[in-house]
Nanobody, 125 residues
Framework: QVQLVESGGGSVQAGGSLRLSCAAF????????MGWFRQTLGQEREGVAI???????SYADSVMGRFTISQDNAKRTLYLEMNSLKPEDSAMYYC???????????????????WGQGTQVTVSS
């Protein structure tokens, strides 16, 4: 009953910034860990950042210090602020949420149950 919809992707030059948003629709009550993941053609989906319901965060080493994950529970929206973008950041970015029951906190796709359809980010040099 949960639907996640990403927005904010686009094309930007290296060094630029983008802010991605993920809105949750339908039944989405309780404590959920949410996250952002990305995937390029021929590669496995990888974790970018996750955030627990109480605000605890974890980031991939490749984006540490450049990306910031946040959430507005009242608006049921997840955000990813991306700064100092690099060409290697180019990928399809996916929003995800866990079941809200396991309580695990792992930056890996297998820990998440619900997924958006993705938004493309392209960084040119």
């Amino acid at each position: 009953q949960v639907q996640l919809v990403e927005s904010g992707g686009g094309s930007v030059q290296a060094g630029g910034s983008l802010r991605l948003s993920c809105a949750a629709f339908g039944y989405f009550y309780g404590s959920h860990c949410m996250g952002w993941f990305r995937q390029t053609l021929g590669q496995e989906r990888e974790g970018v950042a996750i955030i627990s319901s109480d605000g605890r965060t974890s980031y991939a080493d490749s984006v540490m210090g450049r990306f910031t994950i946040s959430q507005d529970n009242a608006k049921r929206t997840l955000y990813l602020e991306m700064n100092s973008l690099k060409p290697e950041d180019s990928a399809m970015y996916y929003c995800a949420a866990d079941s809200g029951q396991t309580g695990i906190f792992v930056l890996h796709p297998w820990a998440f149950a619900y997924w958006g359809q993705g938004t493309q980010v392209t960084v040119s040099s």
